[in-house]
């Protein structure tokens, strides 16, 4: 029987619902707030949990997002094309 993996809330969780694609070691998530894009760096893996995951950068522009990947020599994912050139945050009341 298949078990469902519950994703976390947590930006820095190997598990983390709002992540939108891996490039080896590096990945881009969405914040927990829902406002930016965040550049992030796999951990060693020290628990059975997984990977623990540390943040970069914050970014609201695709333009920015790719620079900070060549600053960390992050590789780029193909799906950094079909990103908008701003990230559309919505405001919540």
Not at 17 to 35: D, I, K, N, S, T
Not at 47 to 62: D, E, P
């Amino acid at each position: 029987m298949a078990r469902s993996v519950d994703l976390s809330v947590r930006e820095t969780s190997d598990n983390y619902r709002a992540e939108l694609f891996r490039m080896g070691l590096y990945r881009v998530v969405v914040c927990r707030h829902g406002l930016q894009w965040v550049l992030q760096k796999q951990r060693f893996k020290i628990s059975v949990l997984g990977a623990a995951w540390r943040n970069l950068g914050y970014c609201t522009t695709k333009t920015a997002l790719i620079r900070l990947q060549q600053a960390h020599n992050a590789p780029l994912h193909p799906c950094m094309d079909a990103l908008p050139a701003r990230f559309a945050c919505e405001v919540r009341q």
